[in-house]
């Protein structure tokens, strides 16, 4: 098995990135719309205005590169991977995860990021790479750790986003000013393009990275877990009431 970082680094992504996977069907696939042959592009939002507040971020320095994970989803019945990272500002304190989520032999796919409070959910956020319109994401929900928001995404995003080198994502906050969070790509499609890990798995670094460390280093903290169990029960009650799988 490939080495994803350090014990630490497996702490962090079972909190905010791993916060991302709770429950493997998102709305859109638990609602069991007709799958269509290709899946019309995410409407382009407006063109971001020039100015904002520019907040330039980088993959927390524990967390080694991105991580691929694999598994069926009961309610679907198919594979479902997530490609996921989290992201620091320059001080290192904790500010967002994203997760691209692809579907096996389905042409859908969604983003799912877990950003800050305290910015406008009504204007959503907007997101986009190099060489693509903005995207459109809705604000899903919020808990005291932050929001989900959710946006759907197609086989040229996609492509997009693997050939990024920044991917840029617009929020508003309670000001109305634009802040521009800047997120590297690097390793993404490296990432998304292989096979991953599968529940079992993570589940077993996830128990290593819960145990301490030799010198008496202190155990996983429990947030994470709460956070996780939350975010399933809350996607439980939006799914109507349909049981979240656990990665």
Do not use: H
Request: aromatic share 6%; hydrophobic share 45%; charged share 20%.
């Amino acid at each position: 098995m490939k080495a994803f970082g350090s014990v630490k680094a497996l702490r962090l992504m079972t909190g905010a990135a791993l916060a991302l996977a709770a429950g493997f069907a998102a709305p859109s696939l638990a609602q069991q719309r007709p799958p269509a042959s290709q899946p019309a592009p995410a409407a382009p939002a407006p063109a971001a205005p020039q100015g904002g507040i520019k907040v330039a971020l980088k993959a927390a320095p524990e967390q080694a590169d991105w991580l691929k994970v694999c598994g069926e989803d009961p309610a679907v019945k198919k594979q479902i991977c997530y490609t996921t990272r989290d992201f620091v500002a320059e001080n290192n304190q904790p500010v967002m995860a994203v997760a691209i989520y692809a579907i096996k032999d389905d042409t859908r796919r969604f983003a799912r990021f877990l950003v800050p409070l305290t910015f406008m959910i009504q204007p959503g956020i907007r997101f986009s790479a190099e060489g693509m319109q903005p995207v459109n994401a809705k604000f899903q929900i919020c808990l005291p750790q932050g929001c989900f928001v959710e946006g759907e995404l197609n086989d040229a995003i996609i492509a997009s986003l693997k050939k990024g080198t920044v991917l840029r994502i617009d929020m508003q906050n309670q000001l109305g000013q634009e802040v521009n969070f800047q997120v590297p790509l690097a390793g993404f499609a490296k990432a998304f393009d292989s096979a991953g890990i599968d529940q079992e798995t993570l589940q077993k670094m996830q128990q290593q990275a819960a145990q301490p460390q030799q010198g008496g280093a202190a155990p996983a903290p429990q947030g994470a877990d709460d956070l996780k169990r939350r975010a399933e029960e809350m996607l439980k009650q939006r799914q109507g009431g349909a049981a979240a799988p656990k990665p």
